[in-house]
């Protein structure tokens, strides 16, 4: 059974990198566990030493609503 945990947030640019920054602090630790802050909850993973991550960038142009930019980063693994 899968268990999903969503959040959306409108951050200024300094408080996204903070939030950047503690993350990759969580994973930098070398600690079993994985703290990832979802909203305000805190959802702990146990990611192995080797990750997959994908990322994704996407430029669009639209005449009616004009232009948006998405980065979609993902990380995944077998525990």
Do not use: C, H
């Not at 640019?13 to 990832?36: H, K, P, S």
């Not at 997959?52 to 232009?67: F, T, Y």
Request: proline share 6%; charged share 35%.
């Amino acid at each position: 059974m899968a268990q999903r945990t969503t959040a959306d947030e409108t951050l200024p640019r300094d408080e996204l990198a903070e939030y950047f920054r503690e993350l990759a602090a969580e994973f930098e630790r070398g600690d079993e566990n994985v703290t990832v802050p979802v909203g305000n909850k805190n959802v702990s993973l146990t990611p192995p030493e080797t990750l997959n991550m994908s990322v994704e960038v996407v430029e669009r142009s639209s005449m009616l609503r004009g232009e948006r930019e998405t980065v979609d980063i993902e990380l995944s693994w077998k525990p």
